[in-house]
């Protein structure tokens, strides 16, 4: 698979990540949702941190929020280069498909939220109760930096009633699948998650 290819794919999955975000944005409020399956729906919300709304804050007490979420921001960029450069030498080294493919997913996944990360604070204005403008004249909801990622693939597939003597949350209604992701994070998920399965396709033994 040659580097043009794996561009290629890049290029599509960022396409259809921001397409879909972009949408999401200009027509939907904050925590609308719509039931397309009774175990899919399409619900806007917006991640201000890692994964499933973690703040890097909540981790490090002593740093605010907002320079947290700079410094996350910029690891997230610094990242990105990195896996680029992975991406590159493995090209370069004619790796396996399977593990250029999955960089690639990588990488497209870590770039689409990036992007949400550092413009959408500068681009769109807010969306609680309003359903947000794109460049609006009276500026952005945020600055360069801190801009939210916008998720909306929602999918509840099952909801059970835990017993009493159940280790964790015993006795409390459990949602099975709870988290709210966009097509950036399955991007991501799919390329580690090709990583783990084809393991020796992917680092094939000399």
Do not use: C
Not at 115 to 141: C, K, R, W
Not at 198 to 206: D, E, G, M, T, V
């Amino acid at each position: 698979m040659s580097l043009k290819k794996s561009i290629f794919l890049i290029v599509i999955i960022l396409l259809i990540d921001q397409i879909s975000k972009f949408y999401i944005k200009t027509h939907f409020k904050l925590q609308d949702s719509i039931e397309v399956f009774s175990w899919f729906q399409i619900y806007f919300i917006e991640n201000e941190g890692m994964a499933w709304g973690t703040k890097l804050s909540d981790f490090v007490s002593f740093i605010s929020e907002r320079n947290a979420k700079i410094a996350l921001t910029v690891f997230r960029i610094v990242a990105i280069f990195g896996i680029g450069y992975w991406l590159y030498d493995a090209t370069k080294n004619k790796a396996s498909k399977v593990l250029l493919v999955a960089i690639a997913l990588i990488f497209a996944g870590a770039l689409g939220n990036i992007i949400d990360s550092v413009f959408y604070g500068v681009l769109f204005d807010h969306s609680y109760n309003q359903v947000a403008t794109f460049m609006p004249e009276a500026g952005g909801y945020d600055t360069i930096l801190h801009g939210h990622v916008v998720d909306m693939l929602y999918f509840p597939l099952f909801e059970i009633d835990l017993p009493t003597w159940f280790p964790i949350g015993g006795g409390k209604r459990f949602n099975f699948f709870e988290p709210v992701f966009n097509l950036a994070d399955m991007a991501i998920s799919t390329g580690f998650i090709m990583l783990i399965v084809f393991n020796k396709k992917a680092f094939p033994k000399k």
